[in-house]
Structures are given as C-alpha cells and as structure tokens.
C-alpha cells in the first residue's frame, strides 16, 4: 500500500510563506485600436469579445487572439 506524501507545512514566521500576488489586469482592447504582435506585425482591431478574444486584422490575414494577451501590445 503506497501512501501520499502529506502537504508540506509552513512556519508561521516563514518568509516563504508570501501570498501568492493577483494575476494582472487584462488588457483592454476597442475597435479600431492598432496593435502590435510578436508573431504577426501591425494590425488593427476589428472586433472584441470581452475577456475573451479579439479579432484583428493584420492586411494579409485576419486572426483572433485569445486573452490573455500576452503577445499583443495596444499602440
């Protein structure tokens, strides 16, 4: 019979013991806001779903990036 190691306790006075800090804020997008992204250059935003995607248009292609957006940059 295997037993499960047990969660490890903290000291009170330990100062590995941080709470853990909250996610950052989503980036808000609008329609027709340029942005930039790592993979897909310049574009601009042609529809939002709220924190949930947003379709943008890059000339050559249109594509929808999902949030969190952690390639695309607001200009």
Same mark, same amino acid.
Request: proline share 11%; charged share 25%; glycine share 6%.
């Given at each position: 019979?295997?037993?499960?190691?047990?969660?490890?306790?903290?000291?009170?006075?330990?100062?590995? #013991?941080?709470?853990?800090?909250?996610?950052?804020?989503?980036?808000?997008?609008?329609?027709?806001?340029?942005?930039?992204?790592? /993979?897909?250059?310049?574009?601009?935003?042609?529809?939002?779903?709220? #924190?949930?995607?947003?379709?943008?248009?890059?000339?050559?292609?249109?594509?929808?990036? #999902?949030?969190?957006?952690? /390639?695309?940059? /607001?200009?």
């Amino acid at each position: 019979m295997r037993h499960q190691a047990a969660a490890r306790r903290r000291l009170p006075g330990s100062p590995f #013991n941080v709470a853990e800090p909250p996610p950052p804020p989503i980036e808000q997008f609008a329609v027709r806001d340029q942005v930039s992204h790592d /993979k897909y250059g310049l574009g601009r935003v042609i529809a939002v779903e709220q #924190n949930v995607a947003v379709l943008i248009d890059f000339g050559a292609e249109t594509r929808r990036i #999902n949030a969190p957006y952690t /390639k695309l940059v /607001k200009l």
